[in-house]
């Protein structure tokens, strides 16, 4: 029988490129260019990815993932998702704490990631959790209908 959803009970998960299709079918669902599993498949193995996925409910189903790459003291998350129903109860910001640690441990001195401007969700979390913003690309960001989208590089000291 399925069990409603406690959302203390998520559980933050290390993944590899064993994972890569189940990533990329939840990116599929939030990005308009998505990526396909043989990227994801690439981009986990190479040397210092790091990725997590928020794993939720009973039975268990993958919610969530967070993808960052760790190069000398600076890592850098490439992306990040939370399934669309599964939005708003923390678990973006448990995925990105997740890969801080990781990084720290690593002992990455700087996270950083870009984000288009008009992203509301994704800047309200990284501002709560801290980042600033350092840098930013003009048009950076290609939108069907209407002018391209500023990308904003934040970043967190860890
Ligand atoms: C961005 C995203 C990962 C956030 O995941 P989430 O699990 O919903 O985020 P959380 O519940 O952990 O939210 C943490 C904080 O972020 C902010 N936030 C999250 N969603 C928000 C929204 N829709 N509007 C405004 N602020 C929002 C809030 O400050 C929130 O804290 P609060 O709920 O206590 O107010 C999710 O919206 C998503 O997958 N978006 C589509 C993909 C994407 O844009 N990825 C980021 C690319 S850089």
Redesign the pocket.
């Known amino acids: 029988m399925t069990q409603p959803i406690d959302y203390r009970h998520v559980s933050i998960l290390w993944a590899g490129p064993e994972h890569a299709a189940e990533i990329a079918n939840l990116h599929a669902g939030?990005?308009d260019k998505a990526w396909d599993a043989g990227s994801f498949q690439n981009l986990l193995g190479h040397p210092g990815s790091t990725a997590f996925m928020a794993r939720l409910g009973a039975p268990a189903e993958n919610v969530?993932f967070i993808l960052g790459q760790l190069a000398a003291d600076e890592a850098e998350?490439l992306?990040?998702?939370?399934?669309?129903d599964?939005?708003?109860?923390?678990?973006?910001?448990?995925?990105v704490e997740a890969l801080g640690r990781a990084a720290r441990k690593a002992e990455a001195k700087r996270l950083f990631?870009?984000?288009?401007a008009d992203?509301?969700?994704?800047?309200?979390?990284y501002k709560?959790l801290g980042f600033q913003e350092v840098g930013r690309r003009k048009g950076y960001y290609e939108r069907p209908a209407g002018p391209a989208e500023d990308a904003l590089t934040l970043a967190l000291t860890l």
Not at 86 to 95: D, F, N
Not at 113 to 116: F, H
Not at 119 to 125: P, V
Request: aromatic share 4%; no cysteine.
């Open positions: 939030l990005f969530g998350i992306t990040l998702g939370v399934r669309a599964r939005q708003r109860h923390g678990i973006g910001r448990r995925l990631l870009e984000v288009a992203n509301a969700a994704a800047l309200g979390l709560g």
